[in-house]
């Protein structure tokens, strides 16, 4: 039997900047009550959750990590806990991005003393997109009990951030060892004052925030003037629930101060499985006439259904699979199919995680969090079912939208006969992480590995090293440009070889013409930026010929004319030529066409294009005026410029892609750590003159033998 029913679940993921104290605030919880004797610390390396060797070494969390847990206090039945522990550093921010289907809350940890940073804005940006019911915990709030004002001046700066619905629940008394319910507390009155404003003054404003969601609720405050908290119960989980009320609460992790009265908010008040927003299902083939699915947890008896929100590799366990139980019931044993795929596969052992440690158990039920380990077919948003229904053969999971990584590093073996492992070692990378990706770069003779920054491909490679037993050598990528012309021009060619016996003969006549841009189609795949037409006349060439001319062209193009890159844009017409009724053939025609268009092209002005990227940067408004002249330096257009709360700016700018390998360290350098940018490509521009002269000149092609 299930050890909780679904109503009891909660599910809250633990995001928040770099040093806020996610992983220091999960210990200090584990041991208040009392899951583990002592709580653990960063700088010891014995934290629960950061229980790699890569976020030993760095001292910060780098992956999502679980716990789960029961509490009772005096008032209701056990709650099982699942927290999630998420990283925070901007690098990361794929890791923290891709549990929020798995939970019903989003609790972002704020330093107070550091306030409102760039991670903080991003997830709970998204969080209020994937209609994530929010939470803010402000963490250290020990560290400001010298500083008068500095908490109440951060809950402004919270609200002019992220709207006036952001609210306190709980308030710290005036030396910060403690804190004062709000939600149960209505008046003021013996006992401990707060930091900052009145207990009936914080009570008040939260009752007149939740009763707006509930117009009979309203009409009852309004004529009696009081509510009990009970009345106000189920209106404050729908204000949750349509973010009018984002919860601030106040903690100290190191001191425990606030951490037992965070447990019973979160006990009493986060929404169950139940009680949550929907899960974003989809129902039909992906892109093609979906419509929306939502599962239903209230009735074990319902068909299960899960989805795998997360993979990891363990050295000694092999694939991880992290599931989020959405309907029905699973039990050891059972078999589940991957989406409409008929072979049925058998699930041994069901675990739940803690830390690094997983404990089996018999059964989950709607809304829980479990793990399966060495079941491959299972990938990162797979969903799973025991249907019959063969509609549910196309039910998948609405993915959650993640940061495009424009930070790359070109990879090679540093040792012989590693080629074979790091294609395999790099497979469960790349499903490990959403935000890292690999790939083999044609133009350039390059396998490029893209991540979110300098920290982010240190890690990976710090992996590879300790996980894989790989060393790589590194270098920046080369840029992918293209070639194409800005002229029309004409040229013959004849292939003529005989060396006894058969020959070869082909000589094909053609002319070369730039594209209309509107015929350009998708410029990144050089097949489609070709217009063949054949112009010739009175079978001067025979058409069975043809597809050998254009095999030539396009061989051509693929390999470039000018500079080694792949052309695109070009029609060419073939207007004459000449024949042999025995020695012409394919390949004759083949090697004509071939030369015949590299010679063509030239003299047909051929240009350079290189990719720009549009980049939007935020930063603090003291940093502008020096972001956007070391951009103008990096010849970007620069674009408008918005202003942001918090005394933050976002930027637009065009730049080229060749330019903007350091950007990540140099924006780091000049905001100190607080700007981040996101790019993404925009379109192809011509490449300055100077620019396209030395690429050319260091251009050394292999001529083919005739």
Known sequence: MPRHSTQLIRNIALTGHAGSGKTTLIE???????????????ETKDTICDFEPEE??????????FVNFDFTDDETEPKHFNLVDTPGFPDFLGQSLSVFPAVETCAVVIDAERGIQTTTRRVMRVAAERRLPRMIIVNKIDTQSDQDGALAALVEQIRDTFGKECLPLNLPTPDCSDVVDLWEKAEDGDGPGTRFSSISEGHQQLVDQIVEVDEDLMSVYLEEGTLTKDQLHDAFEKALREAHLVPIVFVSARTGAGVDDLLHLMANLCPSPIEGNPRPFLLGEEGKDEREWHADPTDPSKTFVGHVFKVTTDQFVGKVAMIRVHQGTLKAGDSVQLGDSRKPIK?????????????????AVAGDIIAMAKVEEFHRDTVIHQSKNESLNTLHFKPVPMPRPMYGVAIEAKNRGDEVKIGSAMAKLVEEDPTFTVQRIAATNQTVVSGMGDLHMRVILEKLHNRFKLDLNTQPPKVAYKESITGKASASHRHKKQTGGSGQFGEVHLSVEPLPVDEFGDATDPKIGLDFVDETVGGSIPRQFMPAIEKGIRQAMEHGAIAGYPMTGVRVRVTDGKHHPVDSKEIAFISAGKKAFIEAVKNAKPVLLEPICSVEITAPATNVGDITADLSGKRAHMGDTEYLPGDMMLIHAKAPLAEMGRFTSELKSI?????????????????????????????????DDD
């Open 56 to 65: 030993q070494e760095h001292g910060h969390s780098l992956n999502a990590a």
């Open 347 to 363: 699930l041994a052992h069901l675990n739940k995680v803690f830390g690094k440690t997983m404990e089996d158990v018999d059964s």
């Open 671 to 703: 905001t100190g750590g607080q700007g981040t940018f996101v790019m993404d490509y925009s379109h192809d521009e011509n490449t300055p003159g100077n620019v396209q002269a030395e690429i050319i000149a260091a251009y050394s092609p292999d001529h």
């Open 28 to 42: 200090s919880i584990l041991a208040a009550t009392q899951v583990i004797g002592k709580a653990g610390s960063v």
